[in-house]
């Protein structure tokens, strides 16, 4: 059985940083496809970035040089470093893993319970 659990959501000041984490069990974080969503209320849930098999990683464009996801197989979590953060990232922030499309949510099986980011302005 696979389990997500997100960690490191919090609130914090536009420009600032904040490191979220996905513990894993179950599942290998470095096969397949990782990847980060978020949702704010009333709207759909939203591709942030993924890694696949481990080493490819993709963006969504308004993240691009702000956000990086990075996978430590020792532990078999997933990171998503978020720097330079702005209250539009605001969200709560969802661990995926899946296979197949990797910036498609159907790709996804399997979702963690969210870790909530707050960023004022």
């Known amino acids: 059985q696979v389990h997500l659990v997100e960690s490191g959501g919090g609130s914090v000041q536009a420009g600032g940083s904040l490191r979220l984490s996905c513990a894993a069990s179950?599942?290998?974080?470095?096969?397949?496809?990782m990847a980060w969503f978020r949702q704010t209320p009333g709207k759909e849930r939203e591709w942030v970035a993924n890694?696949?098999?481990?080493?490819?990683?993709h963006y969504r464009d308004s993240v691009k040089g702000r956000f990086t996801i990075s996978q430590d197989s020792a532990k078999n979590t997933l990171y998503l470093q978020m720097n330079s953060l702005k209250p539009e990232d605001a969200a709560m922030y969802f661990c995926?893993?899946?296979?197949?499309?990797?910036?498609?949510?159907?790709?996804?099986?399997?979702w963690g319970q969210g870790t909530q980011v707050t960023v004022s302005s």
């Open positions: 890694i696949f098999d481990g080493a490819n990683s």
């Open positions: 179950g599942r290998a974080v470095s096969r397949g496809c």
């Open positions: 995926a893993a899946g296979g197949g499309w990797c910036p498609d949510k159907s790709s996804y099986q399997y």
